[in-house]
């Protein structure tokens, strides 16, 4: 059976926390079920990519003691499963992000033309 190929078009960010963990938990999913999955960050998404923010943000405020893990957990877990981050060299730039400010995560920057090529040759291309 051939590799599925999923792009995740990553553009929620520390302005909608709640929105930001499930992404990476189903690109985890994804890479352990054998597929290809990039994780494509743009818009406010790239912001995740700040050293520091993903770091203390996290997708639900904790009650009565319970552990809440920080979305950098869940983009942790992402790598480890084998999923490629790559950013918007376009949106890293209108954030004033430079690559010293980057978690060392992250794969590759890219042109934001790149991102249809790749759009069009995944077999699933998933939007949050």
Do not use: H
């Not at 992404?23 to 597929?35: E, G, K, Q």
């Not at 790239?46 to 904790?62: C, D, F, I, S, T």
């Not at 920080?70 to 376009?90: I, P, R, T």
């Amino acid at each position: 059976m051939e590799e599925k190929k999923v792009l995740i078009l990553m553009t929620s960010g520390p302005k909608t926390p709640w929105r930001c963990a499930t992404p990476f938990y189903i690109a985890t999913l994804l890479a352990s079920n054998d597929a290809y999955v990039e994780v494509f960050f743009n818009m406010d998404g790239v912001n995740l990519l700040k050293k520091g923010v993903a770091q203390n943000l996290y997708p639900k405020n904790a009650s009565c003691g319970e552990k809440v893990r920080s979305v950098y957990e869940f983009m942790k877990d992402a790598k480890v499963a084998g999923v490629k981050f790559v950013s918007c060299k376009q949106a890293l730039d209108s954030a004033n992000l430079k690559e010293e400010d980057l978690i060392e995560e992250l794969d590759e920057v890219v042109p934001a033309s790149e991102f249809a090529i790749r759009a069009l040759e995944a077999d699933k291309v998933l939007i949050f």
